[in-house]
T-cell receptor, first 112, second 112 residues
């Protein structure tokens, strides 16, 4: 079945540092890929998505590129802020778009 | 605009007790989902409903039942709670195709 693997956290960075959170996947066909973010006490919110190979999703300074050759969708941000502290989830959807498979989540802590 | 509303926010049950988690949406979405979130395991799908009147099992359905009462409401029932069901439960909705999931703020359930 489909699966998503993320780097384990927590990831602790200083403000303005560069962020990478690794995500790799296994899936049949051509899934769509997503990053969701969860702030404390809240549900998940869509951060960005990519629906086909070589697409780059971007939002709020975060970006991720759909790499089919390496089955990866790594999340990056050039300069993190304290307000980016949250849990980040990589996910994929099947071709019909009905089911999402999530990675285990990576907690990011940004210190001033 | 409430989006996806879950009740209650918190609940403590004793082993063997029953309860129903409620979810209501005002987004006019056809699909609704129940996930559970456990540390290090990401979100796992319990049940989903692709449209009013239909429900299907997800990855971890044992010990749960669901009811899609109408287009707006999708409830999750625990008939005989077990400590293994201690978790945070999220309801989510989505529109057609690969549209993103919209999550409620979760219900934190503890079974003692």
């Amino acid at each position: 079945g489909d699966s998503v693997t993320q780097m384990e956290g927590p990831v602790t960075l200083s403000e303005e540092a560069f962020l990478t959170i690794n995500c790799t996947y296994t899936a049949t066909g051509y899934p769509s890929l997503f990053w969701y973010v969860q702030y404390p006490g809240e549900g998940l919110q869509l951060l960005l998505k990519a629906t086909k190979a070589d697409d780059k999703g971007s939002n709020k300074g975060f970006e991720a590129t759909y790499r089919k050759e390496t089955t990866s969708f790594h999340l990056e941000k050039g300069s993190v802020q304290v307000s980016d502290s949250a849990v980040y989830f990589c996910a994929l959807s099947d071709n019909a778009g009905n089911m999402l498979t999530f990675g285990g989540g990576t907690r990011l802590m940004v210190k001033p | 605009n409430a989006g996806v509303t879950q009740t209650p926010k918190f609940q403590v049950l004793k082993t063997g007790q029953s309860m129903t988690l409620q979810c209501a949406q005002d987004m006019n979405h056809n699909s609704m989902y129940w996930y559970r979130q456990d540390p290090g395991m990401g979100l796992r799908l319990i049940y989903y409903s692709a449209s009013e009147g239909t429900t299907d099992k997800g990855e971890v359905p044992n010990g749960y039942n669901v009811s899609r009462l109408n287009k707006r409401e999708f409830s999750l029932r625990l008939e005989s709670a077990a400590p293994s069901q201690t978790s945070v439960y999220f309801c989510a909705t989505s529109g057609i195709g690969n549209s993103p999931l919209h999550f409620g703020n979760g219900t934190r359930l503890t079974v003692t």
